[in-house]
């Protein structure tokens, strides 16, 4: 699955967006203004390149200042914090969507780009020219709505609702882009893989040492 490097930024975003409500738990890490802008600040990371990369791709050094000074630039508030908080929600909801009806889940992130404003315009601020939809000078969620509504919208288009997935681990139920070549990813990580196949071995060697259990106790009413 080969993302651009701004599809994958934006892809990035949408789902640790979404995945900073734990949907098990309940555990919310976007309550205030501060968390928004710790969630902003961490994901600087999405811009870092390994040296190799660097050294071919100079323009995302511009890519991340540029980001860097619109952050610095906003003063976050509890609108701000509202108006993400409802984009999570509704994004979360394009992927429960996607594997049951992706016309539904192609007019939510329509909906989310009518509302957002985004407006497609050729940029050649770093890099060769391409097109963002995106503007800084609207603010965070104008931003955030705006960049993670058309990642989505990409994927969509141009790899298909079988990308959006859901963690198929009970105790997690996390948000992730299925980006493997056969498309039959279950789980969001490796980690919840394991556990959930080391779950099914313990019930699968309960249920034996029960069904063991009951024969010999069968055999011993027959003595």
Same mark, same amino acid.
């Given at each position: 699955?080969?993302?651009?490097?701004?599809?994958?930024? *934006?892809?990035?975003?949408?789902?640790d967006l979404?995945?900073?409500? #734990?949907p098990?738990?309940?555990r919310?890490?976007?309550?205030s203004?501060?968390?928004?802008r710790?969630?902003?600040?961490e994901h600087?990371?999405?811009?870092?390149? *390994?040296?190799?990369e660097?050294?071919?791709?100079? #323009?995302?050094?511009?890519?991340?200042?540029m980001?860097?000074t619109?952050? #610095?630039?906003w003063?976050?508030?509890?609108?701000?914090?509202?108006r993400v908080?409802?984009?999570?929600s *509704?994004?979360r909801t394009?992927?429960?969507?996607?594997?049951?009806?992706e016309?539904a889940?192609?007019?939510?992130?329509?909906? %989310?780009?009518?509302?957002s404003?985004?407006?497609?315009r050729i @940029?050649?601020h770093?890099?060769?020219?391409?097109?963002?939809f995106e503007?800084?000078?609207?603010?965070?969620?104008?931003?955030?709505t705006?960049?993670?509504?058309?990642g989505?919208?990409?994927?969509l288009?141009?790899?298909?609702a079988?990308?959006?997935?859901?963690c198929?681990?009970?105790?997690?139920q996390?948000?992730?882009?299925?980006?493997?070549?056969n498309?039959?990813?279950?789980?969001?990580? %490796?980690?919840c893989? #394991?556990?959930?196949s080391?779950a099914a071995?313990?019930?699968r060697?309960r249920r034996?040492?029960? @069904?063991?259990l009951?024969?010999?106790?069968?055999?011993?009413?027959?003595?």
């Open positions: 699955m080969d993302f651009t490097h701004y599809t994958s930024r *934006s892809v990035s975003l949408a789902v979404i995945n900073t409500l #734990h098990v738990s309940g919310d890490t976007l309550l203004e501060e968390d928004l710790k969630f902003m600040e600087e990371v999405i811009y870092e390149l *390994s040296p190799e660097a050294d071919k791709k100079p #323009h995302y050094r511009v890519a991340k200042g980001y860097r619109a952050l #610095h630039s003063e976050l508030s509890n609108d701000d914090v509202l908080r409802a984009l999570r *509704s994004l394009v992927f429960e969507l996607a594997s049951v009806d016309q889940a192609a007019a939510l992130l329509n909906e %989310e780009l009518r509302a404003g985004a407006t497609p @940029s050649w770093h890099g060769p020219f391409h097109l963002h503007s800084a000078e609207e603010g965070c969620a104008h931003w955030l705006s960049t993670t509504a058309m989505l919208a990409v994927v288009c141009e790899f298909g079988d990308r959006f997935g859901i198929a681990s009970p105790s997690c996390a948000a992730f882009i299925d980006a493997s070549k498309m039959r990813k279950r789980y969001c990580s %490796e980690a893989a #394991h556990r959930e080391v071995f313990r019930a060697r034996n040492a029960k @069904s063991t009951e024969v010999l106790t069968a055999l011993e009413s027959n003595e």
